[in-house]
């Protein structure tokens, strides 16, 4: 479960740094059409949804009475269903602001590391108690990191789509 885990974290991460990568700075924060994020503001959503999971999981814990993958179809369901638009919480949503590639870029890595990490040194399998998603029951470690896994794997096809606006490919 971790090997696999692990890869996909891995998978995820090249994918979005590859076409994080592809933005020039000032396409980066360039409103490619009327009510879309930028580049810029995409990421750093991404950044603020997959930021605090190390102290989540070192927070309070139970031990697990069903199975521990039990919501990760559902979140792809949703979240890896692109005709739907979804609105971010308040506290997810990136300020209206000119962001800055390189910095954008090591907090990605930071993510991917924090993520891997956690992903070798706890028991994925144990209930986390302090946070949990709206119209959801409380996600497990696995569930956690899939959940930034997939919501990241949307904004990446997000970020594919501004791009190609952008650039008119």
């Known amino acids: 479960m971790k090997t696999a885990l692990q890869a996909d974290i891995v998978e995820t991460f090249k994918k979005l740094n590859e076409i994080h990568s592809k933005f020039s700075q000032t396409d980066l924060n360039t409103i490619p059409y009327l009510g879309s994020w930028t580049a810029g503001q995409t990421t750093q959503h991404i950044i603020l949804s997959c930021s605090g999971y190390s102290e989540l ?31 971010a919480p308040e506290f997810l949503r ?12 090591i907090a990605l890595l930071n ?22 998603v709206p119209g959801f029951e409380k996600f497990t470690i696995l569930e956690w990191i899939s959940f930034a896994l997939i919501h990241s794997q949307r904004h990446t096809h997000q970020l594919n789509t501004i791009y190609k606006m952008l650039t008119k490919i």
């Open 94 to 105: 990136p300020e209206i602001i000119d962001y800055n590639k390189n910095t954008q870029t």
């Open 57 to 87: 999981f070192a927070g309070k814990k139970e031990k697990t009475i069903r199975k521990p993958n039990l919501y990760v179809k559902d979140l792809e369901a949703l979240f890896l269903n692109f005709n739907i638009k979804m609105d």
């Open 111 to 132: 993510i991917e590391s924090d993520l891997l990490n956690s992903s070798k040194i706890h028991d994925l399998t144990l209930t986390c108690l302090d946070f949990q």
